[in-house]
């Protein structure tokens, strides 16, 4: 298990323990975390799991994991910055243990 | 309004059928006959007359057919407004299955508006994810070899292919009963119904269909909660969401979902998928030429040749583009003509694997995005992957008319190919 916080648009912060080797995007729906929508599950074709990773993060989160994600990130709905990630391509790992990822105010 | 999962009750709609049952507030202007699923001219070339609905029609319009009347919709940005809101066009009596009223059951999740909804994918989520499906791969692999086996014996044996009963249907049924955790004995059964219930074009038919799987279903449930396995149906037998276990009804439509859902959208995918790769060998070479972006092969296939539709209701009165629909108004996302949007995917008919990445609508969007999606790529994928290893070049049958049926998912009936 590993312990990370989701932040939304309006500074609400919720912490939750994920299994390691789980997703940022599943994360948030088995916790009912509302800023994360995730409607593809997973697959790369929607862009609904945008989040920003909090800069204390960004070197162990890392950039996106592949072509496909970067080039999918450009159609989300808000604001694309340097610490953006798909949260469904973002699997949490003991290094991640703390996380903070923050979450835009429309994922569509 | 929210529906208790739990107490099924059959919605109270008015369905809409015919010329003479065109709401009032449908502009005269906006009525049309277009043909979808049931005109000689969609027959004659499905996707050839969804591409050009966007020549043809306006954006939104008013069809009347005796399937019943509705809203189409076909629009990419549309689309995806819509099957994002489904406070507005909601999925509650929007399944045209035939269920009987006096043992009336909701096809769950596809039926339940959130917030309900994501209880029911959180019980199956981790098995249809990509990471979940990858589990099967090796099955799959292995499922798609049997099938080639016994189409090279087939062909040398000089009997010929003949490609939707050969591998674009028992392909799927195979993957699917190893995922459900059903026996490989039922697989030509279970073909058989599917075929029954979404290919008859009789309610009829229909309904003698549905029958015959909910007796097959309610006693594989019935065995799984006794005998729990690994399978899907045992999982959701047992399923208890916030430590409450599904009620029977529950269990039934979530299985019963799952049969409808999983097995013709997919055969129906590889048939038109096949089909246009034996008749454009030079796509056949290029996907042989490119092993390793068979990921983005795949995904702009599923955009030329997706199968189906999205139906909802209007859950209150709403104005899109001008139009003013009505609370109880259903409408059709025809995700076909969205796949085909030139705003969207310039020179659309075009299959370029190299198109830029964008939301396609193969498996629709929104909560109630295709949660076999996953699974459904990966069938496609390996179902390519191991055919390209053992089969040659391959063309249709010369002589061959094709044929495609009346419905709501969309591909030739028949394929024979030769090599």
Known sequence: MAKVTYVDHTGAAVEVDIEVGENVMRGALYNGIEGITGECGGGLSCATCHCYVDEAWTDAAGGPSSEAEAELLESAAAEVKSTSRLSCQLVVTEALDGLVVHMPEHQF | ?419
């Not at chain 2, 909802?312 to 003013?324: A, N, T």
């Not at chain 2, 694997?353 to 629709?364: E, G, H, V």
Request: glycine share 6%; charged share 25%; aromatic share 10%.
């Open chain 2, 1 to 419: 309004m929210p529906i208790d999962a739990a107490n099924p009750v059959p919605p109270v709609f008015p369905r809409h059928v015919g010329m003479d049952q065109v709401p009032a507030h449908v502009p005269p202007e906006l009525i049309r006959q277009s043909g979808l699923t049931v005109g000689p001219d969609f027959l004659a070339g499905p996707h050839d007359f969804m591409a050009a609905m966007h020549e043809k029609q306006p954006p939104i319009y008013y069809d009347v057919s005796p399937m019943g009347n509705m809203w189409h919709l076909i629009k990419h940005e549309d689309a995806l407004f819509g099957l994002r809101h489904p406070e507005v066009f909601s999925n509650e009596g929007a399944t045209p299955f035939p269920r009987d009223p006096s043992d009336y059951f909701y096809f769950i999740p596809i039926e339940i508006d959130p917030p309900e909804h994501r209880k029911y994918r959180n019980i199956v989520d981790p098995v249809f994810s990509p990471q979940g499906v990858l589990r099967l791969e090796g099955q799959i692999r292995q499922r798609a070899n049997d099938l080639l086996d016994a189409i090279e014996a087939k062909v040398e044996a000089g009997e010929g292919c003949e490609y939707t009963e050969d591998y674009g249907r028992p392909l799927p049924v195979s993957v699917f009963l190893d995922i459900m955790g059903l026996p490989q004995s039922m697989r030509d059964e279970f073909v058989e119904w599917a075929v029954q219930l979404l290919h008859s074009n009789s309610r009829e038919a229909m309904g003698e269909a549905m029958q015959k799987i909910t007796v097959y279903l309610k006693s594989a449930i019935a065995e799984k909660k006794a005998n729990p396995d690994d399978g899907v149906v045992s999982r959701i037998a047992h399923a208890a969401p916030d430590g409450v276990p599904l009620s029977d009804k529950e269990i039934f439509g979530f299985v019963c979902f799952l049969f409808i859902g999983g097995l013709d959208t997919v055969f129906a995918t590889m048939n038109n998928i096949w089909l246009y790769l034996a008749q454009n060998p030079e796509k056949l070479e290029e996907i042989h030429r490119r092993p390793d972006d068979i990921d983005k092969i795949v995904e702009e296939l599923l955009r030329r040749w997706s199968v189906t539709f999205s139906g909802r209701v209007l859950e209150k009165d709403y104005e899109m583009r001008g139009v003013q629909m009505k609370k109880g108004d259903r409408v059709t996302f025809v995700l076909p003509a969205c796949n085909f949007d030139p705003d969207v995917f310039p020179n659309p008919k075009e299959v370029d694997f190299d198109r830029p990445r964008k939301t396609i609508l193969a498996f629709t969007v929104g909560v109630h995005s295709c949660m076999g999606a996953h699974l459904a790529r990966l069938e496609v994928k390996i179902g390519l992957q191991e055919w390209l290893k053992r089969i040659p070049k391959f063309s249709v049958k010369p002589g061959t008319e094709i044929e495609y049926r009346p419905g709501g998912v969309i591909g030739p009936e028949h394929l024979p190919l030769v090599w």
